[in-house]
């Protein structure tokens, strides 16, 4: 008897440690379960349907079209040079003086013979008159006053010869004061007070910004799309405005040195701008009017080739769906979706990288 309750004894221990044991395994497997990975955090962008242009950006030069070197017009020595390397100037500013005595003397000889013509001239205009009322009157012959309205008209005719030349040495004299031909910056000056000057010799040389030539090299595999009147945009360094002018003109050689397609464009009064700045230019070669661009981050390259993970609402949290895609421009971070994508969808772009298809994941805000 006692041995049998020894036995039943026996037995309930081991069936009560059995059902602990298996009561632990449970929670157990409860914990691990409990403590798996959880969903992967990732931020999210939509997918949008914008405007995106067909571009192609070179950096290039600028040049003055206008930057004449100012010569002298006459021979004379330097009496004052009036302005100094880098001095801004308008158009008829006094830059140069050069000795006017020259034709002072020369003014004052023609003045002198202009008065004794016209002295002349006076007389033989009373010598006509009188010849008149002697031929009326019988007294002499028509012949004499053909003589004296003969020489009224030589001195007639020497009166103006002496006042063409007057009008010439006042228009020689007057270049002895060098006025600007144009607005700009002096850019050298050549000469200094005392130096004698021959018709020809320059200076000093202006710098214009009023109009200048842009040179933009691009290669040669996209000469085909180049042609004149593509809009192009031009920024450069010197000024903060940015100016959107057209191509003017390509050169039809290839360059030798670089094989690169010269392109030419003109900006026209825009102050900053400056002649031998350097100068970045985008052409327009055309548009995608409503092309599906995502982030850059949001395309992830696999096997299967480049995908996004578009999220999508699962049974009880949200899971990402791999969409392969095919991919066209890369613009200021974004990326063209050509198939594969429609806008207004959501994809994941932080974390995407750590994604396959059907991953449960959280959303979290950027900046978080």
């Not at 449970?26 to 691990?32: A, G, I, L, P, V």
């Not at 600007?180 to 020809?200: A, R, W, Y």
């Not at 397609?261 to 409503?290: F, K, Y």
Request: aromatic share 2%; proline share 4%; glycine share 8%.
């Amino acid at each position: 008897m006692h041995s049998s309750r020894n036995l039943i004894r026996s037995c309930l221990m081991m069936l009560t440690a059995t059902v602990l044991t298996l009561s632990g395994c449970n929670k157990q497997e409860d914990q691990s379960q409990r403590s798996g990975p959880g969903p992967t955090l990732v931020t999210v962008a939509v997918a949008k349907s914008v405007k995106l242009e067909l571009r192609e950006e070179s950096v290039g030069t600028i040049e003055g079209l206008i930057d004449p070197t100012v010569a002298a017009e006459v021979s004379a020595r330097v009496l004052k040079v009036a302005v100094h390397p880098g001095q801004r100037v308008k158009k008829g500013d006094l830059i140069v003086l050069l000795d006017p005595t020259d034709y002072n003397l020369q003014r004052r000889e023609a003045q002198s013979e202009i008065a004794r013509v016209e002295a002349l001239l006076a007389n033989q205009g009373r010598t006509v008159e009188r010849h008149q009322r002697l031929v009326q009157k019988n007294f002499i012959s028509q012949n004499a006053l053909d003589d004296v309205t003969t020489q009224q008209t030589a001195l007639k005719q020497q009166l103006d010869g002496a006042q063409a030349r007057m009008a010439s040495i006042e228009h020689t004299g007057s270049k002895t004061t060098v006025l600007s031909p144009l607005e700009g910056t002096v850019e050298k000056q050549i000469v200094s007070v005392g130096d004698f000057v021959k018709v020809g010799d320059p200076l000093l040389q202006i710098i214009s910004n009023q109009r200048l030539r842009v040179h933009l090299p691009f290669p040669e595999n996209i000469a085909a799309k180049l042609q004149p009147g593509l809009s192009v945009r031009l920024s450069t360094p010197t000024s903060p405005d940015q100016v959107t002018s057209t191509i003017r003109e390509l050169k039809p050689l290839i360059g030798s040195s670089n094989r690169a397609v010269d392109v030419i464009a003109d900006v026209v009064n825009q102050p900053g701008w400056q002649s031998g700045a350097s100068v970045n230019g985008t052409v327009i070669l055309g548009e995608h009017a409503q092309a599906v661009v995502v982030p850059e981050q949001s395309v992830i390259l696999r096997p299967a080739g480049d995908v996004v993970y578009v999220i999508k609402d699962g049974n009880k949290t949200k899971v990402a769906e791999q969409r392969i895609v095919k991919i066209g421009l890369r613009q200021e971070s974004q990326v063209e979706i050509l198939e594969g994508l429609a806008a207004g969808e959501n994809v994941a772009v932080d974390g995407a990288a750590f994604l396959t298809d059907k991953a449960e994941v959280a959303i979290q805000k950027a900046g978080q």
